[in-house]
C-alpha cells in the first residue's frame, strides 16, 4: 500500500531481520540470468615402465571446497568451512607424492617394470563427486586398466594421533601390504570395513577399483 519497491524491502531486510504485513496482492516479475560454472580437474602423468606401463594407479584429491557452507554441507551459513583443511591438506599430499615419486622412477634401471601413475586433483567434489565420477567416465585407458585409486581427502584432520584408512577390505591384501608402514609410524589407524562413499574414491570403487 506504501508504493514500495522490491529494492526497498531488500533494504529493509539487509538492515535487520523483520516481518512486514502486506495487503492485497503482489505481482512480482522477475528475469533470471543462469551462469554456468564449468568444473575442471588438473591431471599430470608418471609415465610407467615394461609389462606394468599400461596399468594405472591413480593418486588424486578435490581441490574445491565449500567455504562459508551452502550446498552440501549441513552447517549454516555462518560457518566457515576451512579450505586449508578440506582439502588443501590432500592436495598437498598429491603434490609431495608426484615429487618423489618422479624422482623414484628416475631412479629405476632401464628394465625395471612399474605402473603408471595419474595424479589427478578433482574439481566439484563437494557438489557430488562430479569431477571423479567424469573422469571414470572418461579415462585417459579403460577403466578395468586402473589398478588401484588412492585418495588424500582432508589427511591434516589428525585428532589425538588418529587416521581413518577407508577402503583397505576392498584392495586384496592391501593391509598386510600397508601394515609394516603402520608399524614404523606413532600414528593410530582405523580401517572401518565398510567405504565411505562420500569422496572421490567412490566413483572408482564403484567400477571395482
Do not use: C
Amino acid at each position: 500500500a506504501e508504493g514500495r519497491s522490491l529494492s526497498a524491502f531488500q533494504s529493509l531486510a539487509d538492515a535487520e531481520p523483520q516481518i512486514i504485513e502486506l495487503a492485497g496482492d503482489i505481482e512480482l516479475r522477475a528475469d533470471v540470468q543462469r551462469t554456468p560454472l564449468i568444473p575442471e580437474n588438473v591431471a599430470g602423468l608418471l609415465p610407467g615402465k615394461g609389462d606394468l606401463a599400461d596399468e594405472f594407479v591413480v593418486i588424486g584429491a578435490h581441490f574445491d571446497h565449500t567455504g562459508d557452507g551452502g550446498f552440501g554441507t549441513p552447517q549454516t551459513l555462518a560457518q566457515v568451512h576451512e579450505g586449508a583443511d578440506d582439502n588443501a591438506s590432500g592436495t598437498a599430499g598429491v603434490i609431495i607424492l608426484a615429487d618423489r615419486l618422479a624422482k623414484t622412477y628416475a631412479s629405476l634401471p632401464d628394465d625395471a617394470d612399474a605402473r603408471s601413475v595419474l595424479f589427478i586433483g578433482f574439481d566439484a567434489e563437494e557438489s557430488g563427486l562430479n569431477g571423479a565420477y567424469h573422469y571414470v567416465a572418461n579415462p585417459i585407458a579403460p577403466i578395468e586398466d586402473h589398478v588401484l585409486m588412492l585418495n588424500m581427502d582432508m589427511i591434516g584432520r589428525i585428532v589425538d594421533g588418529g587416521v581413518t584408512l577407508h577402503g583397505v577390505p576392498s584392495a586384496e591384501n592391501f593391509e598386510q601390504w600397508l601394515q609394516p608402514y603402520m608399524d614404523a609410524t606413532p600414528l593410530s589407524f582405523s580401517m572401518p570395513t565398510s567405504v565411505s562413499r562420500r569422496s572421490d574414491h567412490a566413483p572408482f570403487y564403484f567400477e571395482g577399483n
